[in-house]
Nanobody
């Protein structure tokens, strides 16, 4: 089992920045891909960014490319999402997720590829 706890969400004016963190505990030695998703009210959960085990491979949704950066610190079992130039349409609950496929260095971009999920943290960008 892996437990995930997100932090760093909050209220920011449009154009501002936030940095989300997600700390993993439990069977962290088996964590491979890590990622961030978000869900706005009345909408489906959508992929935001993903990163491989090594950190050398990343993927982003078109809507956040050039504004958001995903990174990870494997020594701390933590994944980050640096969000710059926030827009009102970025407002959502943000969830981190991890997978446990050994001996891989993949990036996952779909909901079904992730096994464990955090509880979510609210991000609100006001206009």
């Amino acid at each position: 089992q892996v437990q995930l706890v997100e932090s760093g969400g909050g209220l920011v004016q449009a154009g501002g920045s936030l940095r989300l963190s997600c700390a993993a505990s439990g069977r962290t030695f088996s964590i491979s891909a890590m990622g961030w998703f978000r869900q706005a009210p009345g909408k489906d959960r959508e992929f935001v960014a993903g990163i491989s085990r090594s950190g050398g491979r990343t993927a982003y949704a078109d809507s956040v490319k050039g504004r958001f950066t995903i990174s990870r610190d494997n020594a701390k079992n933590t994944v980050y999402l640096q969000m710059n130039s926030l827009k009102p349409e970025d407002t959502a609950v943000y969830y981190c997720a991890v997978d446990q496929i050994p001996f891989t260095n993949l990036v996952h971009t779909t909901y079904k590829e992730y096994e464990y999920w955090g509880q979510g943290t609210q991000v609100t960008a006001s206009s």
